[in-house]
């Protein structure tokens, strides 16, 4: 039989039984220590980020509880002044029923054209060119007259 390293020009990997037990803590050894190198300033980066995050998230937690106090503080004195709002919205409504009252008597009183009227409802004086007319019940008539 030929030497597989004759054949392919490189011996094919032993089977780990076959290593002998300082070859395999060498490489062990050299692989730590690859990894180690660029792991080490990963972990640092991993590390920050995380520290990172959870300030951001602790920041955010802590700006959500001072807007909840804040509302809830706001809220009672919102409704109070909803409250009143709504009770001075009755009271306009009122001033401006008794207005529009006060307005429609006042262009009756100074109307040019109605003070003839005004004249006759305030006092007992009859425009001249009519005739006043009383009416009476015809019993009261015949019992006035006996």
């Keep these: 039989m030929l030497d597989p390293v004759f054949m392919y020009g490189f011996s094919p990997p032993q089977s780990p039984r076959q290593q002998t037990p300082i070859s395999l803590q060498k490489r062990r050894h050299k692989q730590d220590?690859?990894?180690?190198?660029?792991?080490?300033?990963?972990?640092?980066?991993?590390?920050?980020?995380?520290?990172?995050?959870?300030?951001?998230?602790?920041v955010n937690c802590l700006l959500g509880g001072v807007a909840i106090a804040s509302i809830a503080q706001l809220l009672p004195a919102q409704l109070s002044q909803q409250q009143?709002?709504?009770?001075?919205?009755?009271?306009?409504?009122?001033?401006?029923?008794?207005?529009?009252?006060?307005?429609?008597?006042?262009n009756r009183h100074f109307d040019a054209y109605g003070s003839h009227r005004l004249m006759q409802e305030y006092t007992i004086k009859v425009d001249p060119k009519q005739q006043r007319i009383i009416w009476v019940d015809p019993a009261q008539a015949q019992n006035s007259e006996n």
């Design 84 to 106: 009143q709002l709504s009770v001075l919205k009755g009271e306009v409504t009122e001033a401006e029923q008794r207005v529009a009252k006060l307005r429609q008597e006042f």
């Design 33 to 58: 220590q690859k990894s180690a190198g660029p792991s080490t300033a990963a972990n640092k980066q991993h590390r920050f980020a995380c520290w990172e995050l959870a300030a951001q998230i602790s």
